[in-house]
């Protein structure tokens, strides 16, 4: 058990709509960072927030976004769902910078 | 950002020592170097990190050439568990991240 939890653990929407995912961090975490891992991605960095701030962005489409809350747990919301997001997105949590990470166990999303 | 370079696949014997290679030959002094690892159906699961020291924790030994330019993870006796995609990753960015590349699939013959 790596102390990061996300929820839920399965979802499957039709296309068009609009998913919130939510990721819990290790106590005392300040970072939180979310991934999606397709069948031809691989793992892919979407977007860091630290401490309530967004900090970084990686290939995050415009239909996505995300917010950190003042108990440091993060919400992922994916919207205008299309078949190609289909994919398992992962979240990590890590003190700082170089220390080292902690996934979730992730959220498996279908949209059908 | 620097870049990893890792064999595709490996195999290893059961209780044997497993030896996974890694090459940053563009490594700058403050890159830290880590090693994930992700079981099927898993999140990646940490295992271990390094600046320049050899480091050893429970799970593995991380061995860094004195230049820097190379490291490699140890597995000390491979178990049918450590079965898994093992990723050498340099954080990067101004938030540190970690940027997957394709890894190395190890497979663990019993």
């Known amino acids: 058990d790596s102390g990061v939890t996300q929820t839920p653990k399965h979802l499957i929407t039709a296309t068009g709509q609009r998913v919130t995912l939510r990721c819990s961090p290790r106590s005392g975490d300040l970072s939180v960072y979310w991934y999606q891992q397709s069948l031809d991605q691989g793992l892919q960095f979407l977007i860091h927030?630290?401490?309530?701030?967004?900090?970084a962005k990686g290939n995050i489409l415009e239909r996505f976004s995300a917010q950190q809350f003042p108990d440091l747990h993060s919400e992922l919301n994916l919207s205008s769902l299309e078949l190609g997001d289909s994919a398992l997105y992962f979240c990590?949590?890590?003190?700082?910078?170089?220390?080292?990470?902690?996934f979730g166990q992730g959220t498996r999303l279908t949209v059908v | 950002d620097a870049k990893t370079t890792q064999p595709n696949s490996m195999e290893s014997n059961e209780e044997e020592p497993v030896h996974l290679p890694c090459n940053h030959s563009?490594?700058?002094?403050?890159?830290?170097i880590h090693w994930y690892r992700q079981l099927p159906s898993q999140g990646p699961e940490y295992v271990i990190h390094?600046?320049?020291s050899n480091v050893n924790n429970r799970m593995a030994s991380l061995a860094i050439a004195e230049d820097r330019k190379s490291s490699t993870l140890i597995l000390h006796r491979a178990t049918l568990r450590d079965a898994a995609v093992y990723y050498c990753?340099?954080?990067?960015?101004?938030?540190?991240?970690?940027?997957f590349g394709s890894g190395t699939q190890l497979t663990v013959l019993p």
């Open positions: 563009t490594i700058s002094g403050t890159d830290y």
């Open positions: 390094g600046l320049t």
């Open positions: 990753i340099l954080p990067s960015g101004s938030a540190r991240q970690l940027t």
């Open positions: 990590a949590s890590r003190k700082q910078g170089n220390t080292e990470a902690f």
């Open positions: 927030y630290y401490n309530g701030e967004e900090r």
